[in-house]
């Protein structure tokens, strides 16, 4: 299973899982796209939307996608976090989606994952970024 199928697989199964009501017509782009970036931004996405889940939820959701070959959320969050860990130790957002990803985390405000320290650098990375 290449990269593009497990995003999209992860995507179709986060979806069902959280129960979120989405008309088939709005999965049709997920299913059909061939665009990596706009399937790992979803996925992204789907990452985001779970951060309030409860432990108990992510055990059965990782076990679910992990029984379908695809990626779990825990690997998925992780994943996350060291791209956000690299952004910072660069001291530098390259794209739209790292900026993306930084806001995230900034935003997370019940998270305890961010120190002020470093919730304060990540903001001014986000002042500072300017898109190409």
């Known amino acids: 299973m290449d990269e593009k199928e497990q995003l999209r ?4 199964t986060v979806l069902d899982y959280v129960e979120l009501p989405v008309p088939e017509s709005a ?9 990596l970036r706009g399937l790992r931004a979803a996925a992204t996405d789907m990452v985001e939307m779970c951060q309030d889940v409860d432990l108990q939820q992510v055990t059965k959701l990782d076990r679910r996608l992990l ?15 060291r791209l956000f860990r690299s952004i910072l130790s660069r001291n530098q957002i390259k794209t739209d989606d790292e900026w993306r990803l930084v806001e995230s985390y900034i935003s997370d405000v019940d998270s305890d994952t961010l120190t002020e320290r470093d919730r304060e ?6 002042t500072d970024y300017e898109p190409i």
Do not use: V
């Open 67 to 81: 029984e379908q070959g695809l990626p779990s959320l825990s690997e998925m969050r992780d994943q996350s976090l």
């Open 9 to 12: 697989g992860f995507i179709l």
């Open 121 to 126: 650098h990540a903001s001014s990375l986000l």
């Open 27 to 35: 999965l049709d782009p997920i299913r059909k796209s061939n665009q």
